[in-house]
C-alpha cells in the first residue's frame, strides 16, 4: 500500500509529512491534512479509518462496493466515490473514495491515479489563494478531476473529427477497430459525466465541519458546470461517433454490392457462354459444324460477340461506373 500525506501549509501550499506524524498531530488539532492511499486492501484501510475515528459500521460502508458511485453523509464525517481516469495513456479508469473529517481529508484508490499525483505535485510547489481548508482541497481536487474528464473528451473528439475527414477523403481509409474504440473511450466518458454529476450536485448541500464546498461556491460551480457541459458534449460526440459508424457501415454495404454486381454479370456473360460450349462439348456421331474448317473461329468469334454484347449491355443500363 502506497500512502503519501501532506499538511495544508500556512503559505497555502501542500508540505508532505510522515502518515504517523500527521495522525498525532491532526488529533490535537494543529493543522490540517491530506492522506491518499494507492490501495483498496480492507484490513489496512479498516486500521487506518479506525486510527481517524471512524466507527465500525461507518468504516464498513465505506470498505464495501469500492466500484460504484456513492454519497454518504453522516453526522461526523461525509463519504462519497466517484470514478476518474486512473491513467490518461490507455483510458483507464478507477474510483476514488473520499472520507471527509473536520480538518483531514482521506482518498483510497484501487490504484496509482494519475491526476491526484498531479495535483498534490502541483499544490507542493505553488499556492492556492483559498487552499486553507480540507474543503478547499476537496474543491481543488474535483475541479481537476472534472477539468481533466473535459480534456480527455476534447481529445477523443478531434480524433473523430480527424476520421470523419479521413472518411470524406476516402472511405476505405477508416477501420472498424479505430471506430469500436472511440465509442468504447466515449462510454467511459459517458460514465464518468452520469454518474459523478449528481455526486457533484448533492455535496453542494453539505455544510458542517467535516466539508462545506459553498465557502467556495464560485470555484466549485465551476467543476459542476464542467460536469454538466461534460454530459451534454458526451451527447453530441455520441452522435457523430453513431453517423461515423454508419457511414462506415454504408460504405461497406456498398462494396458488398459492387461485389455482388461483379458477379451477377460474370455469371449472365458466362452462362450462354458455358450453354453453347457444353452443347458443342457432347459427343454425338453427326454434327455437321465439325466437317467445315473455319467453324472453330466462327464459334469462338460468336463466343466473343455474345460476351461482348452482355457486357455492353449491363454497361448502357448502368450496372458499372
Known sequence: MTNRCYRIGDDKRLVAVPQE???ESWRRGDASYWLDLDSNASEALDDLLARAGLEATRRQMCLEEQDVPRFVPGSRDVFFQLVTYSRASDHSTAYVSFV??????????AGPVESLATIAT???TTAVGYLTTTSALVCVVLLTL????MRMAARARRRVDALMGRIDRDPDAVRLSEIISEKSIALELDRIASENSHIMLAL???RGDALNLMEFESFYQVAVTTIEFLSRSVEHHWLHLSE???RYVLNQQEKGNRRLAFLTVASWVFLPLT???????????YMPELKIWYAYPVFLLVLLSVGSG???YFKHKGWFV
Open 146 to 149: 472534472s477539468s481533466s474528464a
Open 275 to 285: 450453354l453453347m460450349t457444353g452443347i458443342y462439348g457432347m459427343n454425338f456421331q
Open 244 to 246: 461515423l459508424h454508419e
Open 122 to 124: 502541483h499544490l507542493e
Open 100 to 109: 471527509c473529517l473536520p480538518r483531514l481529508l482521506i482518498t483510497f484508490h
Open 21 to 23: 506524524t500527521a495522525l
Open 204 to 206: 453542494q448541500l453539505i
Open 310 to 312: 452482355i457486357l455492353i
